[in-house]
Structure formats: C-alpha cells, structure tokens
C-alpha cells in the first residue's frame, strides 16, 4: 500500500506532496536526480514480475494471493531474485525528463532544492492508495 502525505522541506522550507509506495499492480519509482515519481504496472513489467512471484515465499500482498499462488505453482519460467527484479523495472522506467534516471530505490525530493530530507507537515493531508 502506498501513501501520499504533504511534507515540508528541511532545507528550504518548501511545502509539497510526497508519494511513498506503489500499490497492488503497480510499483512508484522515482528519479533520482529531481525526485519526480512514475509508476509502473505490473502488466509493463511483464515476464519478469511473473518471474520474481515465482521465487516469492508467499504471495506479493494480500489483495493479489490467489493469482501469486497460481503463479508460484505453475508458471514454468525460472525465478527472478529481487536484486535483479528491481533492476529490470529500471530499465523499463527510463530516464526522467530532467536527464536523471527513475529508480526504485530512489526517494522523492523537494521540487524546489532538490533535497531528500523533509518532515511530515502536523495537522496535513495524508491519503492511502493501493
């Protein structure tokens, strides 16, 4: 489940929106140089998310446990470890407009400093998504 809350900058005071998470079909990359997110459907991800299910101990999240579990038993492709899984949705996800790359590891950034380090905003808007 992911979460978008209104956050305030440490370093320059600005107020914004930060998304954290992706969902139940879809994963939020963001780029690592501007912070800027993009989710990535699992059904874009294709073989490969078939393919890290697969090696899964469990399914991938509750809302999804009968498809994974269908997966694991019978899909015949090898599994994906997650290392690798995560770089393989990178390369889907490409380079942002700004000329940095969307990563999964990558975290959201100020849009006015670029910084990564902001504090959830007392008192503000904070919405659940899956």
Known sequence: ?????????????????????????????HCDTCGKDRSISF?????????????????????????DRFVRENYPGEPLPEEDYHKVIDSIAGECGCGGHFRMDAKPRCPECRSEEFEEVEDGMICHYD
């Open 43 to 67: 059904e874009e991800i294709g073989e490969a998310h078939l393919r890290y299910l697969k090696g899964l101990k469990g399914p991938y999240c509750v809302a999804t446990s009968e498809h």
């Open 1 to 29: 489940m992911g979460v978008e809350m209104a956050v305030r900058c440490r370093k320059c005071g600005c107020g914004f929106s930060a998304r954290f998470g992706g969902g139940f079909i879809f994963h939020l990359l």
